[in-house]
């Protein structure tokens, strides 16, 4: 589980800085598919970097299992790291290397080798997202849509605790936006991995979340089921992005 307590994020030292997070505070059950949605500039890519602290927050814990993890450093960053999987709105692919390659690196990354067995685990990856017969091919041969699913096969090579999704879909177009949520969906039922989704887009909430938080100038100002959200929407943030508002009035 993941506990977010009165996190505060500001960037740079001046004291009348804006706060990018202003004492956020954020429950993630395990197994959960939590949304964290938000226009532009609310503050959800910086929720996500403090989370995976490539960010170090200004103030409040970040506890994860029980751990406040913001003062961690060296082998234990690392092997927290580890826990954390990332999927980004670019993929991040290296392009020099083959999809294999690619889905390998994290234990290349971790132990400085590929093993047989863990080059047997990334085909089992690859078949898990479909496209163990990409195996050979780099990532400009590949969609886009194609590219994220092996984004996700890397993110699980280390067999993490958690996904941090960062806008994954935005980039795409409907129909792969969809075929990558049902993935996600799928290896969240079949592997229990708490899937962590940054999105401004309503749409992505409701195909795959099970609870949300809206944040509105680095503040939650809603959060719980999202039934609960989409049927009753309270916040004015939250209304704006299910477009519950009369633009003429
Ligand atoms: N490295 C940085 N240095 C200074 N200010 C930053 C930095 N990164 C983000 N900010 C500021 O922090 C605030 C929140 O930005 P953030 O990128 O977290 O929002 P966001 O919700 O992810 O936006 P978007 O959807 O446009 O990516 C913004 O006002 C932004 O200008």
């Keep these: 589980m993941i506990e977010i307590k009165h996190l505060t994020k500001t960037y740079g030292d001046a004291e009348d800085a804006p706060r990018a997070l202003d004492d956020v505070s954020l429950e993630i059950a395990d197994g959960d598919i939590m949304g ?3 226009m ?47 999927i980004f709105q670019s993929f991040g692919l290296l392009s020099q290397k083959t999809v294999l390659s690619n889905v390998c690196f994290p234990f290349l990354a971790a132990n400085g080798k590929v093993t047989p067995e863990n080059r047997e685990r990334a085909l089992e990856l690859l078949d898990m997202v479909g496209l163990r017969e990409k195996a050979s091919s780099y990532p400009s041969q590949l969609s886009g849509g ?33 075929t990558i949520l049902k993935l996600l969906r799928d290896i969240n039922r079949k592997t229990g991995v708490t899937v962590i989704v940054i999105t401004h887009s309503m749409g992505v909430v409701e195909k795959i979340c099970h609870n949300v938080a809206v944040l509105e100038h680095g503040r939650v100002v809603e959060q719980g089921s999202v039934a609960d959200v989409f049927a009753n929407p309270r916040s004015n943030a939250a209304q704006v992005l299910l477009e519950r508002v009369d633009w003429d009035a």
């Design 146 to 178: 194609q590219q994220q699913r092996v984004a996700i096969a890397r993110a699980l090579a280390c067999d993490p605790e958690y996904i941090l999704c960062d806008e994954a879909t935005s980039a795409l177009d409907p129909a792969s936006t969809n």
């Design 36 to 38: 964290i949605i938000g």
């Design 40 to 86: 532009s500039g609310a503050g959800k890519s910086t929720l996500v970097r403090c989370i995976n602290l490539l960010e170090r927050p200004t103030s409040g814990e970040i506890i994860v299992d029980g751990q406040d993890v913001t003062g961690l450093s060296g082998t234990s960053l690392r092997s927290y790291r580890r826990r954390v999987a990332m």
